[in-house]
């Protein structure tokens, strides 16, 4: 399939249009398929955090426009994939969660998804399933008798998640080894319940979804299609998400409203045509004028990225208050009420270093990364530049304004 493939489906058409395609395993029978009727398809999230992370954003809109399109999205909690650990672009094993933070984790994950899709009983209402319904059922010789016989080690070795690990000569388990088996196993379980046909994630998981396309073809002989959306970086070849103070999380308990609304105000210029496409609904046209403008105009762009992005993730009233806080604070030189807060008592805050006050209020992810933006004048308290990041803080009581590069902090100092 190559870029400029004519699509004769909705679905695909936008897609491409929006730039979520990277590789489709049979582009033909899929276009046709959607074309003609209603597709399922499911994307898979493993539960290692109790939040997920913007880099998960991108295959969460690919589900929001399957549904769009007039198609039913599954989302797949890994109640049952986590416990082994998906080993595609890790060097190391991660370390094993019980059942019990892994269930945590999925009830604090799956919130999100009802930002950007329509549950229910409908013909394209989404469903939500976790695979330890099935994986944890398994009988491991009778998962190898049944499963296993379809998989060549072979195979299994030209695989990135399993041949970049042995290139670097780190080792992999036997547990993480049969991830993949695990993943294909996931496909055709939804394949048999739910006359899933489609399975969609990130081009590193390009190999894992091929396994799950043949295992369908092999065993009930039916169709099934794979694709797969490029890996997302920024402009600069940065990792997408990813910040000096850690992930940018999705869930606003781990990451407030306004600060996802700055990291989305923050976007490269080079950029921001892209991620419009990509994660907000805007219409084609009125992206390709906001992608038009220059000089000034290119901020005005990223402003309405940010509103956007927020919107769908946190609400409306939540973007309105977050820009308005920005406005506030870099148009009019102020506070406002809508700003994140760090409360620390003064006893505390008495005690406490410029550094680990940076790290503290989300400026940067260790002392030695405060330290660096303290060295380039990177950090401000009450509009003074900070110039020892061993010094203890002294604000004088009352409530004090933190300001690191474009993002700002209000200390609020309990008596």
Known sequence: MTAEAEFKSDLLRTLQARGYIHQITHPEELDAAAASGRVTGYIGFDATAPSLHVGSLLQIMMLRRMQQAGHKPIVLMGGGTTKVGDPTDKDQSRPLLTEEKIQANIDSI????????????GPTDALLVNNADWLDKLGYVEFLRNYGVHFTINRMLTFDSVRLRLEREQPMTFLEFNYMLMQATDFLELERKHGCQLQMGGSDQWGNILNGVELIRRVDHKQAFGLTSPLLAT????????????AVWLNADMLSPYDYWQFWRNTEDGDVGRFLRLFTDLPLDEILRLEALSGAGVNEAKKVLATEATR??????????????????????GLSADMPTLTLKAADL??????????????AASNSEARKQIANGGFRINGEKVADPAALVDVGGGEAELRSGKRRVRLVIEP
């Open 350 to 363: 008495a005690a406490t270093s410029h550094s680990a006050l940076m790290v503290a209020a989300g400026f």
């Open 110 to 121: 799956k919130s999100v998804f009802a930002r950007f899709l329509t549950f229910g009983e």
């Open 312 to 333: 769908m993730l946190h609400g409306a009233e939540a973007a309105a208050a977050a820009e308005e806080a920005a406005r506030v604070a870099f148009e009019a030189g």
């Open 235 to 246: 402009a600069s070849g940065q990792k997408m998400g990813k910040t000096v103070s850690g």
